[in-house]
């Protein structure tokens, strides 16, 4: 069993913003190869939640909360959001894999 990383991303931290508002000097922390899933739908009450993730193909991204993330999915969409929650992933008895997973909070459409 293999993960097909099929879609690009590019995770950022930090920075300013000049004058007109535009962030500048930002961290490329991971740019490369990704795996975007939407996720489901809960309900709390009134509330809709949901838990896009993304995962990163090994473990040793150094990923933290509230980076900024860009995908770009292998059919053109273009997703932004920051990151919600971290966890590394090593799967001993499953291929040895190792991937970071990154549940996502959106930034833009909620």
Do not use: H
């Not at 997703?79 to 549940?103: A, L, P």
């Amino acid at each position: 069993m293999t993960i097909r990383y099929r879609d690009k991303c590019l995770i950022e931290r930090g920075g300013t913003k000049d004058e007109w508002d535009n962030l500048i000097g930002r961290e490329t922390v991971y740019e490369g190869d990704c795996l975007y899933e939407e996720g489901g739908t809960g309900y709390s009450r009134s509330i809709i939640t949901r838990a896009p993730t993304l995962f990163l193909p090994g473990n040793n991204v150094k990923v933290l909360i509230n980076d900024a993330v860009t995908i770009n999915t292998e059919a053109g969409r273009e997703i932004k959001g920051v990151v919600k929650i971290v966890r590394d992933i090593n799967m001993d008895w499953r291929s040895n894999i190792e991937c970071t997973r990154i549940e996502i909070k959106q930034a833009q459409g909620e």
